[in-house]
């Protein structure tokens, strides 16, 4: 075993544990969260380890970086999803690789996706980005709409050919009423959720936690949780 496998390898059983326990706190049994590997910054070679693992889904946030990374790793049994904010401009990019789009959050987003999936005859799962620092029906500091956009929102993904609606998503926000409370927005999210499924029963995905705060995450009822520094490690900045 290489000393990077065995670095992922520890750092992974370590995330797996916290998991583990976390939904044992919690009452819930630990095939009911997904580990979501946020591999970003971090070279295909990594990714390929990460599915020697056992990894089955990666996420990235940036399409200049997941291009290729997903190119040569498109052998391997993974499920990529894309988290970042995305402009209209890389959509055909990230349908290309992505399977589900994490970060939906406006309109003209999902006739852009839609019409990229019918021309590749592809399927792509969407998640709407919910901001918990934003007004009612305005946008976050880092994207995402405000609750009183979702269920229109919602809509439009269930009905756009191409797509399917698979839940919610979000980032604990650094300001609003929710800073620094990491459980309590994830337990609001639950909440949309909740109100979602009435009208969107197969919408039952919510991604949230990330490394620092996915014991809240699982706490509050996360399906999801995307984890990236603790299983890679921090990179080093470049320059």
């Excluded at 006739?111 to 946008?139: F, H, M, N, Y």
């Excluded at 439009?156 to 979000?170: K, Q, Y």
């Excluded at 705060?213 to 603790?230: I, K, N, S």
């Amino acid at each position: 075993m290489t000393d990077r496998k065995a670095q992922l390898a520890e750092n992974l059983a370590k995330v797996e544990d916290r998991i583990t326990t976390a939904c044992i706190s919690a009452g819930r049994k630990r095939e009911e969260v997904t580990l979501i590997v946020v591999t970003k910054t971090y070279p295909a070679s990594d990714v390929r380890i990460l599915s020697e693992l056992g990894v089955r889904h990666v996420a990235e946030n940036r399409d200049q970086d997941a291009a290729p990374k997903a190119a040569e790793c498109s052998d391997l049994p993974l499920t990529w999803h894309f988290v970042g904010q995305l402009q209209t401009n890389k959509v055909r990019s990230v349908v290309g690789y992505a399977d589900l789009v994490q970060s939906v959050d406006r309109a003209r987003l999902v006739t852009a996706l839609s019409k990229e999936a019918v021309r590749t005859e592809r399927e792509i799962g969407c998640l709407i980005q919910v901001a918990l620092d934003a007004q009612e029906s305005g946008r976050g500091e880092r994207g995402g709409v405000g609750t009183g956009g979702i269920e229109e929102l919602g809509e439009l993904v269930a009905g756009a050919p191409g797509l399917r609606l698979d839940g919610l998503m979000t980032v604990a926000p650094l300001t609003g009423e929710y800073a620094g409370r990491q459980q309590a927005a994830f337990e609001r999210l639950m909440d949309l959720s909740t109100v979602l499924r009435r009208a969107h029963p197969a919408a039952n995905m919510v991604s949230a936690g990330m490394s620092s705060d996915l014991e809240q995450a699982v706490a509050a009822g996360a399906t999801h949780v995307r984890v990236g520094t603790a299983v890679l490690g921090v990179r080093p900045r470049l320059g």
